[in-house]
């Protein structure tokens, strides 16, 4: 069998080579010598154009980064992918296996496989510590590619085979930017409060830091706060639901239990084993005190069954489990080695939160291969660094580095993009990202600063978001360019079954804060959507294009400007584009079907102003066998005032 590789083969190393549909050369590096002999130089990449680097920041995040030559690949790249100059593509991923986690840094010489915190009691073993494979569309190569990964390590399941999170379809707030540390129960239900009052309450809640009885960043039990939260948690969890229609609660807490672990004399804790770690300067934050305390390995189950077992009696429904990269900070290689000891607190976590909670979990601070290796059944991250209201030069930034990351990412598990405040100048870009992302919706919004008309257009009138039934990708010719620090259009891309849904941004930054950027898009930017010509529906502006898949249309955005386009193919002379007042109102359309050769029925989750194209004008329309107006337009545009009520069947109906 071939063992086909873009570079020399490494020494004392076996290259296993799979098949697989859909991608070639498909190769497995396993390395048979002690754990001393890496690094290992792998060489450059024959054939290598522009590549894409996802790679880790800090301990708990990762971002793209663009080049044309390995000595520009960061250390700590967790993905590379990169154009060859023949055609095609070709990806390397580093894993984590047999206690080690290995990643890619680059060299003036070329592509080093690196690696950290081998087990010793497995040293003497195998670990297979790289893939390699190539193919022809970079977005199936990395998905197959990771699913390929999954069969043979068994130690992780990607996405698609594991349950999603029910939270994750409801419109949810979150009281971190709201309040910070200084959250209190006072805070929540004032916050709830008005939310109520403006129309649009959450579905779901995220008590964020500052909740827990702590001391010194350290965690003193179970229980909250005794002056933020005098009558407890669940008080205030039963008032949240009775009151204010929350479904679902969810709690944070750090890993470790707070930032710094927990307090080994808090009558709480002291049950519990535990490392009480001075850090070294290797692996010491700048900075932060030396000491750290983190339940022993061996009690980590037994914690979180304790700690779940207690927030769950207390009416908690999930939890955003944070500082999970910092781990190493907690650890030292000689005795308790990193990875291994991710692994084990995994386990005990996942498992935990699937008795207790049925798996809905959100995890956080936690795009490491430890984690990401080990993800079993949680099924949606955190996918970048936080989203920051007060720094300007993140806002483009967070959009950006989030569509990117999701190339990697969205096969391990749902990419979450963060919350986001309503409040902010730059609302409506970060609102714009979120409805085409296909992860959660969730806001930050201090109570009565939200902005509940932005809000409608993003949810149901029952709490429900209009989301992407997938997560959302940069366009093709989008994967190799860095649109943060040049002035470059940047275009996302998904779908809603047979309806694309084609995101436009201007995420540049510069020193005089950005500038205009100007592009083409096409209704082909959208991947496999089917059909021959398609209407083109731009949400902002209202215009209405008809065009070929390949055809180009320029557009031009301000900083942070923003454009969502959907890209709905013309069958029979019609388009649908669904609610014209959401942001991603083809959402909304669960069925559409054409039950005569003239007639057409639509199911829509909810009604509102529905839009389509059309080449002649219908002589029927009916809302739940009612009579409803068609409001034409000359290009073809129609729109058809629905009433606002959930479940909503529109038929259609023209003459032959």
């Given at each position: 069998?071939?063992?086909?590789?873009?570079f020399?083969?490494?020494?004392n190393?076996?290259?296993?080579?799979?098949?697989?549909?859909?991608?070639?050369?498909?190769?497995?590096f396993?390395?048979?010598?002690?754990?001393?002999?890496?690094?290992?130089?792998?060489?450059?990449?024959a054939g290598?154009?522009?590549h894409?680097?996802?790679?880790?920041?800090?301990?708990?995040?990762?971002?793209?980064?663009?080049g044309?030559?390995?000595?520009?690949?960061?250390?700590?790249t967790?993905?590379?992918?990169?154009?060859k100059?023949?055609?095609?593509?070709?990806?390397?991923?580093?894993?984590?296996?047999?206690?080690?986690?290995?990643?890619?840094?680059?060299?003036?010489?070329?592509?080093?496989?690196?690696?950290?915190a081998?087990?010793?009691?497995?040293?003497?073993?195998?670990?297979?510590?790289?893939?390699?494979?190539?193919?022809?569309?970079?977005?199936?190569?990395?998905?197959?590619?990771?699913e390929?990964i999954?069969?043979?390590l068994?130690?992780?399941r990607t996405r698609?085979?594991?349950?999603?999170?029910?939270?994750?379809?409801?419109?949810?707030?979150?009281?971190?930017?709201?309040?910070?540390?200084?959250?209190s129960?006072?805070?929540?239900?004032?916050?709830?409060?008005?939310?109520?009052?403006?129309?649009?309450?959450?579905?779901?809640?995220?008590?964020?830091?500052?909740?827990?009885?702590?001391?010194?960043?350290?965690?003193?039990?179970?229980?909250?706060?005794p002056?933020?939260?005098?009558?407890?948690?669940?008080?205030?969890?039963?008032?949240?639901?009775?009151?204010?229609?929350?479904?679902?609660?969810?709690i944070?807490?750090?890993?470790?239990?707070?930032?710094?672990?927990?307090?080994?004399?808090?009558?709480?804790?002291?049950?519990?084993?535990?490392?009480?770690?001075?850090?070294?300067?290797?692996?010491?934050?700048?900075?932060?005190?030396?000491?750290?305390?983190?339940?022993?390995?061996?009690?980590?189950?037994?914690f979180y069954?304790?700690?779940?077992?207690?927030?769950?009696?207390?009416?908690?429904?999930?939890?955003?489990?944070?500082?999970?990269?910092?781990?190493?900070?907690?650890?030292?290689?000689?005795?308790?080695?990193?990875?291994?000891?991710?692994r084990?607190?995994?386990?005990?976590?996942?498992?935990?939160a699937?008795?207790?909670?049925?798996?809905?979990?959100?995890?956080?601070l936690?795009?490491?291969?430890?984690?990401?290796?080990h993800?079993?059944?949680?099924?949606?991250?955190?996918?970048?660094?936080?989203?920051?209201?007060r720094?300007?030069e993140t806002?483009?930034l967070?959009?950006?580095?989030?569509?990117?990351?999701n190339?990697?990412?969205?096969?391990?598990c749902?990419p979450d993009w963060?919350?986001?405040?309503?409040?902010?100048?730059e609302?409506?870009?970060?609102?714009?990202?979120?409805?085409?992302?296909?992860?959660?919706?969730?806001?930050?919004?201090?109570?009565?600063?939200?902005?509940?008309e932005l809000?409608?257009?993003?949810i149901?009138?029952?709490?429900?978001?209009?989301?992407?039934?997938?997560?959302?990708?940069?366009?093709?010719d989008?994967?190799f360019?860095?649109?943060?620090?040049?002035?470059?259009?940047?275009?996302?891309?998904?779908?809603?079954?047979?309806?694309?849904?084609?995101?436009?941004?201007?995420?540049?930054?510069?020193?005089?804060?950005?500038?205009?950027?100007?592009?083409?898009?096409?209704?082909?930017?959208?991947?496999?959507?089917?059909?021959?010509?398609?209407?083109c529906?731009?949400h902002?502006s209202g215009?209405?294009?008809?065009?070929?898949?390949?055809e180009?249309?320029d557009?031009?955005?301000?900083?942070?400007?923003?454009?969502?386009?959907?890209?709905?193919?013309?069958?029979?002379?019609?388009a649908?584009f669904?609610?014209a007042d959401k942001?991603?109102?083809?959402?909304?359309?669960?069925?559409q079907v054409?039950?005569?050769p003239?007639?057409?029925?639509?199911?829509?989750?909810e009604g509102?102003v529905?839009a389509?194209?059309?080449?002649?004008?219908?002589?029927?329309?009916?809302?739940?066998?009612?009579?409803?107006?068609?409001?034409m337009?000359?290009?073809?545009?129609?729109?058809?005032?629905?009433?606002?009520?959930?479940?909503?069947?529109?038929?259609?109906?023209w003459?032959?």
């Open positions: 069998m071939s063992k086909s590789i873009p020399p083969s490494p020494a190393v076996r290259l296993e080579t799979v098949p697989c549909d859909g991608i070639r050369d498909a190769t497995f396993t390395f048979d010598q002690p754990a001393t002999d890496i690094p290992v130089l792998l060489g450059p990449i290598q154009q522009r894409l680097a996802i790679a880790r920041i800090n301990p708990w995040s990762l971002a793209p980064h663009f044309q030559n390995a000595s520009v690949v960061p250390d700590e967790m993905m590379l992918l990169w154009e100059e023949t055609g095609g593509y070709g990806v390397l991923i580093p894993l984590v296996h047999a206690g080690q986690r290995a990643w890619l840094g680059g060299t003036p010489d070329g592509i080093e496989l690196r690696t950290m081998w087990d010793r009691a497995a040293a003497a073993g195998p670990a297979t510590l790289l893939f390699s494979a190539e193919g022809d569309d970079p977005f199936d190569l990395v998905e197959i590619s990771i390929v999954s069969q043979q068994r130690t992780f698609t085979h594991k349950e999603m999170p029910s939270w994750v379809d409801w419109f949810g707030w979150c009281t971190w930017d709201a309040f910070y540390q200084e959250v129960v006072d805070g929540v239900l004032d916050g709830l409060e008005k939310a109520r009052a403006g129309g649009v309450p959450p579905r779901f809640l995220i008590l964020d830091d500052g909740w827990q009885d702590t001391d010194g960043r350290m965690l003193q039990g179970v229980d909250a706060h002056e933020k939260f005098p009558n407890g948690l669940a008080e205030l969890i039963q008032r949240a639901k009775d009151e204010y229609g929350i479904t679902m609660f969810g944070w807490h750090a890993l470790e239990g707070y930032w710094y672990g927990v307090d080994p004399d808090s009558p709480a804790m002291r049950d519990y084993r535990y490392f009480d770690v001075t850090q070294t300067a290797h692996n010491r934050p700048q900075d932060e005190p030396a000491r750290r305390v983190l339940i022993h390995p061996d009690d980590s189950a037994r069954h304790d700690y779940y077992r207690a927030l769950r009696a207390a009416g908690v429904d999930f939890v955003k489990v944070d500082n999970q990269g910092s781990l190493d900070h907690f650890l030292n290689e000689d005795t308790t080695p990193p990875t291994p000891t991710m084990r607190y995994q386990e005990a976590l996942q498992s935990a699937a008795h207790h909670f049925r798996g809905e979990t959100l995890h956080c936690s795009q490491t291969g430890d984690v990401l290796f993800l079993e059944s949680g099924n949606v991250m955190r996918n970048s660094e936080d989203y920051y209201p720094r300007p806002q483009g967070h959009v950006f580095a989030n569509a990117l990351n190339v990697f990412m969205r096969s391990f749902l963060d919350m986001f405040q309503t409040s902010r100048p609302a409506g870009f970060h609102a714009a990202a979120r409805a085409i992302s296909g992860g959660p919706i969730y806001i930050s919004d201090k109570p009565g600063e939200q902005d509940f809000l409608r257009k993003m149901t009138s029952d709490g429900r978001v209009l989301r992407c039934a997938q997560p959302a990708q940069p366009t093709q989008c994967l360019v860095d649109a943060y620090t040049q002035p470059h259009l940047f275009k996302i891309q998904n779908r809603n079954a047979s309806i694309g849904v084609l995101g436009l941004f201007n995420c540049h930054w510069d020193a005089d804060g950005g500038q205009p950027v100007s592009g083409q898009c096409r209704a082909g930017d959208v991947r496999d959507l089917d059909g021959d010509r398609f209407a529906y731009h902002q215009k209405l294009i008809i065009t070929a898949a390949d180009p249309h557009i031009t955005l301000s900083p942070l400007g923003w454009e969502l386009v959907t890209v709905a193919p013309i069958q029979r002379g019609v649908l669904g609610l942001l991603n109102g083809s959402a909304a359309i669960l069925r054409w039950v005569t003239d007639k057409l029925e639509i199911e829509l989750r509102g529905f389509l194209y059309v080449d002649r004008a219908p002589v029927s329309a009916q809302a739940d066998g009612e009579p409803v107006k068609v409001e337009y000359d290009n073809g545009l129609a729109r058809i005032p629905l009433p606002v009520r959930l479940g909503v069947n529109l038929a259609l109906e003459t032959s």
